[in-house]
């Protein structure tokens, strides 16, 4: 075993297969709910547009096109409620996922930097905090829970996956200006934010959170879920000017580039808003029928007032709950693949088709 890869926790995924075997054996067919990846058409005028582009011989640039910084920055102020952007403030990344793997290694941080992020996780922070030696740090409220002297890296994620909590715009402005006092970076992971159903979420590139500046704090934001491009691989940072030169510089040297027909779909996507309203309306259908069925079932819901999962629980071991499900032919994802404290949750996600999400309330019926 390599020295990365003995660091490395498990892959978690690798655990659920002899479920996915057990769901795959219903006689109707597996409904596989654990995966929250996008399974309806790409929007037709994003297919367009990247067909377009695809006559693209040459390199693409880092720092995207001069029209994808402007659609970046267009949004941000249009969606987000940013002031003031300019093309400083916005970098595309080849997914978010690459991006939070190997944010810690590019910041340079590692043995005797800490990177903290929530008790109830993505797993692929603490991955991030790994593969550069850093020490990985949970919390449940960062300014009570952290030693500010050793954090190098704080992430926020709002809406949560896997919770799908939304942090209010009152608590996000407290920890942002905590932060600031300790001079600690802020990487607030946002993926989720179009996704909200019983909130609204907030960015903390608002100014009501900022209060009109950027130092110290970057957005993460995707087009993976808003517009059912995880194929594409879509995504983009933004925020202090001076964080994202940096990361800029050291992505050239890395050739870290995002394709330049993905750049053009890109312009797109955001470009437009009815694509999203669509696709909100898909999902809210079918969370609302999996939320009634799972509770008529004896579930309980908690949090989830916002992203693309139910974070549900039968108060028992999550394996019990994954093997009960996986008996009814339906795939869920234990909890404590985003944490020990949630052992005794799953997360459903709502991201199948609809025939298939009928398939799973019939079953819980």
Known sequence: MSAVSSRLPVFPWD?????????????DG??????????DPVPALIQEALVAAADSPGYPTVW??????D???GWCERRLGAVGFAHENVL???????????????????????????????PTYEVGARLCGATPVVYDDPVADLDPAAVGLLWLNSPSN?????????????????????????FSDECYLELGWEADPVSVLHP????????GIVAVHSLSKRSNLAGYRAAFVAGDPAVLGELLRIRKHG????????????????????HVAEQRARYAARRAALRAALEAHGFRIEHSEASLYLWATRDEPCWETVAYLAGKGILVAPGDFYGEAGERFVRVAFTATDERVEAAVKRLG
């Open 92 to 122: 595309p990344v080849v997914g978010s996922k690459e991006l939070v793997a190997w944010l810690p290694t590019q910041l340079g941080l590692g043995a005797g930097d800490a990177v903290a992020y929530p008790r109830l996780a993505y």
């Open 64 to 69: 995207g096109t001069p029209a994808l910084r």
């Open 255 to 274: 050739g870290m580039m995002t394709a330049a027909p993905v750049q053009a779909a890109t312009v797109a996507a955001l470009g437009d808003d009815a």
């Open 162 to 186: 896997p919770t799908g909590k939304v942090l209010p715009k009152e608590e996000l402005t407290r920890i942002v200006a905590w932060a600031r006092e300790h001079g600690i970076l802020v």
């Open 15 to 27: 655990k659920l297969e002899p479920y996915k075997k057990t769901a795959l054996a219903h006689p």
């Open 71 to 73: 659609a970046l920055t």
């Open 30 to 39: 597996i409904v596989d709910l654990s995966v929250g990846t996008p399974v």
């Open 208 to 215: 009501d959170v900022n209060g009109g500046s950027y130092e």
